[in-house]
């Protein structure tokens, strides 16, 4: 814990919760546009939870829910928000043990997003997901496959496919299906797009040439290079198979149920 305090990347809770509170951020989750830097990564995670928005949650818990972004999008009789640092309204407060002070049992959903790379512990957060969760209901999880370090205010862990159906399998959910969050070449692109603003600028070799070059293309925007993504690769957004290509993704989306009482 010493060595991880004293990291330079560390965010004091504070910080962490303002950040997370603030509009902007979240208005990038809930309605992303094209325009936007993380577009390509934010609306595959969107695309995800669209599955969802049909179905009825009298009662639904947002674990580590930041300023709630998705909040809009789920039909929720009640809803509840909890996390590790105080975003404001909060309902419950997550104790650094990773427990959290609700009833076992009494929810028909827990909602997850992008949290899990961030807690000490994932098989106690899974496992209080479990234990609110009423017998039959849902946990719809997102986390990462490929994606650059964020502290938030730690950031500890990624995942495979497999390796996340295992995480829930081992705290007790029943697998019911997983999808890969922007895959392949849409990935790849992404990923290549965020390293131009880092090297355009080098005048000293021929790969700062090449940067220069794409910087002033019709690709030069984030606009324009995310419309032509989408018309190219929409296809590798959501992707629930394992047909080939989309071995490298960025982003996990997952659904799990809690048995039936036997």
């Not at 669209?50 to 709630?68: A, I, V």
């Amino acid at each position: 814990m010493v060595h991880i305090m004293s990291d330079s990347s560390f965010q004091r809770p504070q910080v962490v919760a303002h950040n997370l509170s603030e509009s902007e951020y979240n208005r990038q989750r809930f309605a992303p546009q094209p325009k936007d830097e993380l577009y390509i990564h934010l609306s595959d995670i969107r695309s995800f939870l669209e599955h969802y928005t049909r179905e009825t949650f009298p009662r639904l818990l947002d674990y580590g829910c930041g300023g709630s972004p998705y909040r809009g999008m789920f039909k929720a009789g009640s809803y509840t928000r909890a996390d590790y640092v105080d975003c404001g309204n909060l309902d419950c407060l997550i104790s650094a043990d990773g427990k959290i002070d609700l009833p076992d049992n009494s929810y028909d959903a827990v909602l997850s997003t992008q949290v899990l790379e961030h807690v000490f512990s994932p098989r106690t957060y899974l496992s209080e997901a479990l234990r609110v969760l009423r017998p039959g209901g849902k946990l719809i999880l997102t986390t990462h496959g490929i994606w650059e370090e964020h502290g938030c205010p730690y950031d500890f862990w990624r995942w495979t496919r497999d390796g996340l159906s295992r995480e829930l399998q081992e705290a007790g959910f029943e697998v019911k299906r997983v999808a890969r969050l922007t895959t392949g070449t849409r990935a790849i692109l992404f990923l290549f797009s965020r390293i131009i603003g880092q090297l355009h600028d080098s005048r000293f070799h021929t790969l700062g040439w090449v940067f220069r070059l794409l910087r002033r293309s019709s690709f030069g925007t984030a606009e324009l290079r995310h419309n032509w993504m989408d018309r190219q690769f929409g296809d590798r957004r959501v992707v629930f198979g394992n047909e080939p290509g989309n071995g490298i993704y960025l982003a996990l989306g997952i659904e799990g149920v809690k048995p039936e009482a036997s």
